[in-house]
């Protein structure tokens, strides 16, 4: 049975819309005072309960707390989030239409949430990971996760019996509807002051009220009596809307095992012949992702140069410097062993699983190599890193000033580092970090890194990762060269800040620049003196990236720009 709705009723909903909006305007105004670099997630407090459930679980695990503590409050936040959904459902409701009840909408909603946050639970840590070590693969596995099962979820807490219905269409579409403004809202926000950011929340706030509206209209039109679907006749009570939401679970993990084992490989990069075949020769080379302008009062001859390359995250030692090498033949191009060198000073050979070292142990073994190859070459070493390796870098420095370095390049490089932490070890367990050591448990078993994954690393980019960041991005620029080649997915990952004239962006995934043959060029380039600069697409595109992503990572508590 469907009822009839009149139609252009939603401006008669002022309650609903003040809600909304003047809710979204509240949490960007207390943000304003104590996180302004959260804005941005602000609007999502009054979004669909799916989503909603998604902007309140990420606030949970931000609390480092004790179990007892995490319990109680999210217990408090269950009951809160279930009535304001009850409260936004009723003022959303058809007038014409009697509303359900509040004690079944209020007991509806709680099921939705809960049942949210136990499937969500897995994307919030793995964008609690991302924060900590902000990288944007977790971020792309994180997202499929949350869509997928927002989907799956998006009539829960609103049409009778949800849990046995599949979505309808229409509610899937407004939900997608909403994550695309959202989205967008998050990117604006995370540019404006505060009175036009407090405006554009309650614009989103407004969208918000009427999604709700889109979806209270069909629920209204499904009667309490109608049939459900054919297969729920067949199987009465099968869940079938959690089943479809796990299996979204299930999905991503299958898929993440397949890109481990090689059956599914992504492009990372389209090489750029003539690009490189123009920095060889000493001009300048125009692609799509940089240009290399050759300065002669500045450039160095590659002859004698030294040159430590620092991989990244389950690399092996010691060919992954051979692509370099090829591009500076004169230059003494040699890679860091994350095991150490032997008793000839040569460093030794690895596989990919050596390389979870805590960041202090990572610097100083960095910084010992370094000056070794600075003994034997008397020439300054400069420093190529990706990934983990740019971790590394950081401590390096901050641990060992005065090295004997002469230019950096970061690849891929890990970007403030630490913007959530946790405290470790047997005293001071919590339920992110117990989420997250689960998360990195399951990790390393899925790829070819082994159980343990990258424990030892999380736990020291957690207590250490921030401090040597800072002191690395204070004094970027004053004593040394720098370039930082940044991969456009990481964008997704990286802090709402303008981006320092020294990082170029090229269109790639994070890791496997130090093979890309479009950015070699690049690297030998600035290594000999010239200098290097990004197209303006490119870093306005990842500028866009980074302010949508914002709505969808852990809340960013800090509000200054590293440099």
Wanted: charged share 10%.
């Amino acid at each position: 049975m469907r009822v009839r709705l009149p139609a252009g009723g939603f401006l008669r909903h002022r309650g609903l819309i003040l809600a909304a909006a003047g809710g979204a305007v509240a949490e960007a105004g207390l943000l304003t005072l104590i996180a302004p670099a959260a804005r941005p997630v602000a609007p999502q407090v009054t979004a669909l309960p799916v989503l909603a459930a998604y902007h309140d679980l990420r606030w949970l695990f931000a609390d480092s707390g004790s179990w007892l503590g995490f319990a109680g409050v999210t217990l408090t936040v269950l009951l809160v989030r279930a009535a304001v959904d009850t409260a936004l459902l009723r003022l959303a409701w058809p007038r014409e239409l009697r509303a359900p009840g509040l004690g079944r909408a209020f007991w509806s909603c709680i099921a939705l949430t809960g049942l949210a946050w136990v499937l969500l639970s897995p994307a919030v840590t793995l964008a609690f990971g991302a924060a900590v070590l902000p990288f944007s693969w977790p971020f792309l596995a994180a997202l499929p996760i949350m869509l997928g099962i927002a989907a799956a979820l998006s009539h829960g807490g609103v049409i009778v019996a949800w849990w046995r219905r599949l979505p309808p269409l229409r509610s899937v579409l407004w939900l997608l509807g909403s994550f695309l403004v959202l989205s967008a809202s998050a990117a604006v926000i995370a540019h404006l002051g505060t009175a036009a950011a407090l405006g554009v929340a309650a614009i989103t706030g407004m969208v918000n009220a009427r999604v709700w509206y889109g979806l209270a209209g069909i629920a209204a039109r499904v009667h309490p009596r109608s049939p459900v679907s054919v297969p729920a006749k067949v199987l009465f009570g099968l869940p079938f809307a959690p089943i479809v939401a796990f299996m979204t679970l299930a999905l991503v993990v299958g898929v993440a095992r397949m890109m481990f084992t090689g059956a599914i490989q992504l492009p990372i990069s389209a090489p750029s012949p003539v690009a490189a075949a123009n920095t060889l020769s000493g001009g300048t080379a125009h692609s799509g992702t940089a240009a290399v302008t050759a300065t002669p009062a500045t450039a160095t001859a590659a002859a004698g140069a030294a040159v430590l390359v620092v991989s990244g995250w389950g690399s092996s030692c010691c060919d992954a410097a051979n692509g370099l090498r090829a591009k500076m033949p004169g230059a003494d191009v040699r890679q860091f062993s994350y095991v150490g060198l032997d008793a000839r000073d040569f460093p030794v050979r690895h596989g990919p699983s050596a390389d979870d070292l805590p960041l202090p142990v990572l610097g100083d073994r960095i910084a010992a190599q370094l000056e070794v190859l600075h003994n034997q070459t008397h020439r300054p070493v400069d420093v190529v890193a990706e990934s983990e390796g740019t971790l590394g870098v950081y401590a390096m420095l901050s641990r060992h000033p005065g090295l004997p370095i002469g230019s950096v390049v970061l690849l891929s490089p890990i970007v403030d580092p630490g913007r959530v932490s946790y405290p470790s070890g047997p005293d001071a367990a919590s339920v992110s970090e117990e989420a997250l050591n689960e998360l990195n448990h399951l990790a390393g078993e899925i790829s070819p890194y082994g159980p343990s994954g990258a424990q030892h690393l999380l736990n020291s980019v957690s207590e250490f990762g921030a401090r040597y960041f800072e002191t690395v991005a204070d004094q970027s620029g004053k004593s040394l060269r720098w370039l930082a080649v940044v991969p456009l997915a990481d964008a997704l990952t990286l802090p709402v800040c303008s981006l320092p004239p020294d990082v170029v962006v090229v269109p790639a995934f994070h890791g496997g620049l130090l093979g890309d043959g479009s950015v070699l060029p690049m690297v030998s380039a600035f290594l000999e003196g010239q200098q290097v600069s990004g197209t303006p697409d490119m870093r306005e595109a990842a500028e866009v990236i980074t302010g949508a992503a914002a709505a969808w990572q852990m809340p960013d508590t800090l509000s200054a720009c590293p440099g």
